[in-house]
């Protein structure tokens, strides 16, 4: 019998990724966006038999909770909830004002526990269920965006509290943490400096920076019974940029690294 898999932000560039790997995985995808027509792109691309449009904004938890619950009594009950949907607005506190400190917590922070309530009480009835948000390495360390980065290192403290408390029903509930992923996000940055990527190879031990399909492939693996006694983890997906500051270190002793 299929996964049922519910991705929120599917018609992102990590979102539509996922739904397409899941898809590829022989799952059944709930694919959760606020933009329906391209919703309706995504499920004509990958196929409308593995893939379900359900057209929701993240803000709104009642909205949320009955298309989900329609989406279910269609493809079945959520097995995989992979909560993707993310966005970010001020780059520094001097770029962030009240208005949109609230937007980024909102969607961030609280639409993730809006889709989690969604599923939650189903994955307790059946005893079944793995949960994977995805974070950012900005809620691990000051990188920018502060409103975007205090939700994101909310989510960290939600996904442990998610994992103790769910457990006991068999409930994994884990966290990925993307470093920089090269999406369309991106863009107003690369039109800024178009050398922005090749700048910030310098932070990365790896040289290198995830893909989306980087990203999927943690995902998936979390997902997955290979990962079955794994849960209240934070994984890290960035090329290294959290295991230390290289350039600091040779700073510090006086040695190239």
């Known amino acids: 019998m299929k996964r049922v898999v519910l991705v929120t932000g599917a018609c992102g560039g990590i979102g539509s990724v ?7 995985d022989g799952a059944s995808v709930l694919a959760l966006d606020i933009d329906a027509a391209a919703l ?26 009955e298309r989900v619950a329609l989406a279910v009594q269609a493809r079945g ?18 770029k962030t004002d009240a208005a949109s400190w609230q937007r980024d917590v909102h969607l961030n922070l609280n639409g993730t526990y809006h889709t989690v309530e969604a599923v939650r009480a189903s994955m307790v009835e059946r005893q079944y269920g793995s949960i994977v948000l995805i974070g950012s390495v900005n809620g691990m360390a000051a990188l920018g965006h502060p409103a975007y980065s205090a939700a994101k290192a909310g989510l960290i403290s939600y996904t442990k509290s998610l994992a103790i408390e769910l457990g006991r029903y068999g409930i994994r509930a884990n966290i990925v943490c993307p470093g920089t992923v090269k999406t369309k996000a991106w863009q107003a940055r690369v039109d800024k400096n178009p050398q922005v990527f090749e700048d910030l190879k310098k932070w ?44 600091m270190a040779e700073d510090l002793t006086l040695e190239s690294l």
């Open 204 to 247: 990365y031990p790896l040289r290198d920076f995830a893909t989306p399909d980087d990203i999927a492939d943690a995902v998936l693996f979390l997902a997955s019974p290979m990962a079955r006694v794994i849960t209240g983890v934070a994984l890290p997906v960035d090329g290294g940029l959290m295991a230390g500051n290289r350039l």
């Open 18 to 24: 996922l739904c397409r790997r899941f898809v590829q």
């Open 77 to 94: 009950p959520v097995d995989v909830l992979v909560a993707n949907a993310g966005a970010a607005e001020g780059m520094t506190l001097a």
């Open 40 to 65: 309706d792109l995504l499920a004509a691309e990958l196929g409308t038999d593995s893939v379900t449009p359900v057209a929701a904004d993240l803000g709104d938890a009642e909205a949320v909770r």
